[in-house]
């Protein structure tokens, strides 16, 4: 006998239902505890399922007991008896085909949470969704299909591993109702299939043209979400099988072209994300040049704010003085320091602590850098941004013709907001066409400046931003452009004072405007502009400290991030210069006024630590007055933190520390050993606990990024205190040999990468002493820049050259040992360095290398033409490096012979030629 509900239970239960949507708080609260009570009855989810599928109860409370009952069922399911389960699943089948769409969706979603738990839970329901759709009830086909749609969505790739055959039964059944006479349907049917298209399953495939044509026989249809389905099952179909759009292109072009001008928001921004695909294909980059005209045009005006967008940020304009909400703040988790080295191929891209090099970001969807748009989420004007900006990048110069005269007319529009996303246009095209815009810069730039004193806050903020992309040009523009425009040092000071100095005092103005979004967006451009400039900030330092230590006063919480951002990014760029006691006196006050506010484990201390960091680094010696307290005040933090997690309260607290806390006073302690220099060991002994016995026990934590801090630190005290922290080294560098591993986690990475450099540092200080530790170093070294450099990849370059950098260190101090292993990793050795810019590292490097030549020249014979490409690649090698380079070059002309005319011409052209010009060879 099947099992059946207790009326006077089931009465309850409903009563126990009603009550919990009562408008009674009281009676409310009370409702869940009883339900809560309930929910541990074996029979709790058949008396929900009962009341679900029965047609005496009103619809809303049959869909609270769905909801329920999909919520008990991802913890009961497992402790279920087989006859319950069954219960459960004859009313959710039952209900599928319920008149009420509301009881349809949930019973949709009840089966996609038992799925989600293993397929093999239910296997037959697929069988019997499939089976509804072709019902003559339109009611049992749309619940089937809102089924259907939750379980292809969430279990696609499942299905497509472990149902092949019935999703090869199901993909043609799926199209066929693309064509339904319920818009319902239709657009379940299309979201079916679209799931399968960018993973390119075999079911999908195999019916990619009758999948694609079902999708063109739709774009006239009336229904919005339908258009929106279509407009995402071709972009997906053009990132997937962009060759299977081909025979109809232009009229997809039409369609989305129509689509994306249309009043439909969220079609709209599904038909654009059309355009930034299109534009990443490479196969296609030629078709869409030639509609170049159609589609800028409406990419223009989709970059214009919406109206719910203004009525939102106009209303934002008038609470300046209103405080930000907590929860207007994005959490910050501070990023610890990564040591890289600069490229000489790259020097947009340089390496600096806490840059791991990925640039893979975009402008336009990533949080933290917000301050071109108004929500975080993904709109309209984002894709539309991001879309000219991919443009850009394809077409450069030849997109000009296309874009600019649409912009000329912007840029003066009587329309703010037309001029506005003129301007965000600009910034969009700033680096892909910036060529082509040279010409153009010396109008642009002065007009874009003008624009900053706009009467409207939104067009001064995204000037703002425009001009930052462009603050290079201001500075020192690209050379082929400066020597037919500034051929002189005096042409090219007023180029400076034309461009550079007016934007620099504008922008100031900006970031002591009275509105929020125009103080993020001038702050954050002034950051970029102190990047780019450097050295020529100096006659406006004063200037620039005056006004970042007023903003201190007027930003509230939000802009306080940035601001500190600011100031950090200038101590970076000017570093000594701000060494003057005028400077100091201007900088530090606001700064200590922040330092004394702010408690220990309040996590607004993040952004003023990795300040201070920047400011100790940058004041070196002058930094002194402040060092003790700073240095006392990141111990007693990591103190707490480290003791909270070793002995951890039995109830978790709600503002318990995170390793953070640990993070960001590590960097700060470098940010002093740095900037103090060998000063920093009065500092070692005179606080609790030691920073030598601390060090330990973050190199061993289980958090990586505490791990990777640690490691930096010990690497910045062997540079300044390494009398203090040798008696310890026999206890540290195992610690540093167990990290020598190779591993891809993004997160262990920098670790390895610090570790390696710590190494190399301690080498240089502790010379032949180091020598027991030579072989277990090397033994993990040389297969880790091995590996990292086979892989070839971006997040790994660190790790090998750092790698790179502290084997010659090693062979520096003890080349005897080191010498022997040379033809393991000279080849990836010389790859990994050849790249790396100028400085005191790469050459202690190739000093080594140069001193483990002679004592193993066999090991170098195989990859001598990657040495030479090695040396040619220094610019200015120092007198004694220069000196060894050639000794190293006529020595093996000699020994080679006859053999060297050979050997030589195999070199490249331009290699040959500077080792004959440099060296003599």
Not at 734 to 759: C, G, K, M, Y
Request: aromatic share 8%.
């Amino acid at each position: 006998m099947s099992w059946q509900p207790r009326p006077q239970d089931l009465q309850q239960l409903v009563t126990l239902l009603q009550n919990s949507t009562s408008s009674d708080n009281n009676v409310q609260k009370n409702a869940y505890q009883q339900l809560d009570v309930l929910s541990r009855v074996p029979e709790y989810p058949n008396y929900l399922a009962c009341i679900m599928a029965s047609h005496d109860f009103e619809s809303s409370i049959r869909a609270i007991a769905a909801l329920m009952l999909k919520n008990q069922l991802g913890a009961h399911i497992p402790n279920m008896s087989p006859e319950a389960f069954a219960t459960v699943k004859a009313a959710v089948v039952q209900v599928l085909s319920d008149e009420q769409e509301s009881v349809r969706s949930a019973a949709g979603s009840i089966i996609t949470t038992v799925l989600s738990l293993g397929l093999n839970l239910w296997p037959e329901i697929l069988e019997v969704l499939v089976g509804l759709i072709d019902s003559p009830h339109i009611d049992a086909v749309e619940g089937a299909f809102s089924a259907l749609q939750k379980i292809c969505e969430d279990s696609a790739r499942l299905l497509d591993r472990d149902q092949g055959a019935a999703l090869a039964f199901m993909i043609p059944k799926f199209i066929q109702h693309f064509s339904s006479s319920s818009w319902k349907v239709r657009a379940c049917a299309i979201q079916c299939c679209n799931q399968f298209v960018t993973m390119r399953s075999e079911a999908i495939m195999r019916n990619i043209e009758a999948y694609v044509q079902g999708l063109y026989q739709r774009t006239g249809d009336t229904e919005s979400l339908v258009r929106k389905n279509v407009c995402q099952g071709l972009v997906m179909t053009l990132e997937a099988v962009p060759e299977a759009l081909l025979t109809e292109l232009d009229n997809v072009v039409k369609f989305m072209l129509f689509c994306t001008s249309g009043e439909d928001a969220e079609v709209a921004l599904e038909a654009c994300e059309f355009w930034l695909s299109f534009a990443e294909q490479e196969l296609l980059q030629d078709h869409l040049e030639a509609y170049l005209d159609q589609v800028i045009p409406v990419l223009l005006k989709s970059m214009v704010y919406a109206e719910d967008d203004l009525i939102i940020l106009l209303a934002e304009a008038k609470d300046n003085e209103v405080p930000d909400a907590p929860e207007d703040i994005k959490p910050r988790h501070h990023k610890a320091r990564a040591h890289g080295l600069e490229h000489a191929t790259s020097a947009q891209q340089q390496q600096q602590p806490g840059n791991t090099g990925d640039d893979s970001d975009s402008d336009w969807d990533d949080d933290d850098d917000d301050s071109e748009d108004v929500y975080n989420e993904w709109n309209l004007r984002k894709c539309a941004a991001a879309a000219v900006d991919v443009f850009a990048t394809v077409y450069e110069k030849a997109l000009l013709p296309h874009l600019l005269p649409l912009l000329k007319a912007q840029l003066v529009d009587p329309d703010w907001t037309k001029r506005e996303s003129g301007i965000l246009a600009l910034g969009a095209i700033a680096e892909g066409c910036i060529a082509g815009m040279m010409e153009h810069l010396p109008q642009l730039v002065p007009h874009l400046i003008t624009s900053l004193q706009d009467s409207q806050p939104l067009v001064r903020a995204i000037t703002c931003w425009t001009l930052g992309r462009y603050s290079g040009w201001t500075v020192e523009p690209e050379p082929w452009w400066a020597q037919q425009h500034c051929p002189t040092p005096e042409a090219m000071h007023m180029h400076r004072e034309t461009y550079f100095k007016p934007l620099v005092l504008t922008l100031l103005r900006n970031v002591l405007d009275n509105n929020k979004r125009v103080q993020e967006a001038a702050c954050s451009a002034l950051a970029t502009v102190e990047e780019d400039a450097a050295d020529h900030l100096g006659p406006y330092l004063e200037t620039i400290l005056s006004t970042l230590a007023t903003a201190f006063s007027r930003y509230q919480d939000k802009n306080l991030l940035i601001l500190y951002d600011a100031v950090g990014t200038l101590a970076d760029a000017v570093g000594p210069r701000l060494r003057e006691d005028r400077y100091i006196q201007i900088l530090m006050t606001p700064l200590l006024f922040k330092w004394q506010h702010i408690p220990d484990m309040d996590r607004g201390i993040f952004p003023l630590f990795e300040c201070m960091s920047s400011v100790a680094s940058a004041l070196g010696p002058q930094f002194a007055p402040y060092a003790a307290e700073v240095w006392g005040r990141c111990l007693r933090i990591v103190q707490i933190t480290l003791q909270y997690y070793a002995n951890p309260p039995p109830q978790p607290q709600e503002d318990e520390p995170d390793k953070d806390f640990v993070v960001v006073s590590l960097d700060l302690l470098s940010g002093v050993a740095q900037g103090l220099g060998e000063q920093i060991q009065q500092l070692i002994p005179q606080y609790q606990p030691p920073v030598l016995s601390v060090l330990p026990l973050c190199m061993q934590d289980k958090e990586s990024s505490v791990r990777q801090s640690a490691f930096a630190l010990l690497g910045d005290l062997t540079i300044s205190a390494f009398p203090s922290l040798k008696p310890q080294l026999n206890h540290y560098l195992p610690e540093i040999i167990a990290q020598l591993h190779f591993r891809t986690d993004p997160s262990e990475v920098s670790v390895i990468n610090n570790a390696a450099w710590a190494a190399g540092e301690i080498a240089m200080k502790y010379q032949g002493e180091i020598e027991q530790w030579v072989q277990p170093l090397l033994e993990r070294l040389v297969p880790l820049l091995n590996e990292a450099n086979f892989r070839y990849n971006s997040n790994l370059k660190p790790v090998a050259e750092n790698a790179a950098i502290t084997i010659g260190r090693l062979g520096a101090v003890c080349p005897q040992l080191v010498a022997p292993h040379l033809g393991t990793f000279i080849s990836t050795w010389c790859n990994a360095l050849r790249d790396i810019r100028d400085n005191a590292e790469k050459e202690s490097a190739f000093m080594g290398l140069c001193r483990m030549i002679p004592l193993n020249p066999n090991g170098l014979i195989p990859h001598f033409g990657e040495f030479c490409d090695a040396v040619v690649m220094w610019q200015r090698p120092s007198a004694e490096l220069k000196s060894q380079f050639a000794s190293i070059l006529v020595t093996f002309k000699n020994g080679f012979g006859e053999q060297w005319t050979r050997m030589s011409e195999s070199l490249p052209v331009e290699t040959r030629k500077k080792l004959q010009e440099r060296y003599g060879v």
